[in-house]
Structures are given as structure tokens and as C-alpha cells.
């Protein structure tokens, strides 16, 4: 089993930057492909970044791309996801995810964070 808990969101302005981070427990960090998608009231869960167990690639959507920045220290068993210039559309719940391959399909994670709010404001 894996634990993981999310932190760091809250509100801010458009333009602005912020770093949620996601702190991982039980089995072994180092070897799972970690991920955050966010999910909008009345949307479903989307696809946001994701990094290889190793941290040697990176895959992000078109929407995020140049924007946001996944991260990963294996010795702080913890994942971040760098936003900056954010937008009103970016607003969402924002999930970590873990699983053995950094697919960008829900599918492709067993383990879920509880999620946290990002709020930007226009």
C-alpha cells in the first residue's frame, strides 16, 4: 500500500506561482511512477504531469506545458508540481497519483491522494 498526502494549495491571483507537493508513504517511493491530474467542478479527472520512478522524463499536456514543472526527491519521499502563471482555468482539485508506469490515463495509477483545491482568481 501506498499513502499519499497532498499539500500546499490554496488561492491566489492570476499570474501568480505556487507548489503543491505530495508526500509518500508505505511501499517503495523510489520505484513508482508518480503523477498529479485535477479534476473541475462538473469536468472529469484530467491528465496534468507525470514523472518516471527514476525522474528522466517528464510528460505534461499541451494545456500546462512551459507552465508547470513536476519534480521529485526520492530521499523526502515527495513529488512537486511548480505552477506559474497561472490562470482561472487551472482552477481545480488537484490529485497525486502513484502507479508503476507514467501514463497520462487514470487507469495507469492505483494509488490517489485526497486531492487539494487550487483556486485562481481573475
Known amino acids: 500500500q501506498v499513502q499519499l498526502v497532498e499539500s500546499g494549495g490554496g488561492l491566489v491571483q492570476a499570474g501568480d506561482s505556487l507548489r503543491v507537493s505530495c508526500s509518500a508513504s508505505?511501499?517503495?517511493?523510489?520505484?513508482?511512477?508518480m503523477a498529479w491530474f485535477r479534476q473541475a467542478p462538473g469536468k472529469e479527472r484530467e491528465f496534468v504531469s507525470a514523472?518516471?520512478?527514476?525522474?528522466?522524463?517528464?510528460d505534461y499536456p499541451d494545456s500546462v506545458k512551459g507552465r508547470f514543472t513536476i519534480s521529485r526527491d526520492s530521499a523526502k519521499n515527495t513529488v512537486y508540481l511548480q505552477m506559474n502563471s497561472l490562470k482561472p482555468e487551472d482552477t481545480a482539485v488537484y490529485y497525486c497519483?502513484?502507479?508503476?508506469?507514467?501514463?497520462?490515463?487514470?487507469?495507469?495509477?492505483?494509488?490517489w491522494g485526497q486531492g487539494i483545491q487550487v483556486t485562481v482568481s481573475s
Open positions: 497519483a502513484a502507479g508503476v508506469w507514467p501514463g497520462q490515463r487514470t487507469i495507469d495509477y492505483s494509488y
Open positions: 508505505g511501499r517503495s517511493f523510489s520505484r513508482l511512477a
Open positions: 514523472i518516471a520512478w527514476n525522474g528522466a522524463t517528464t
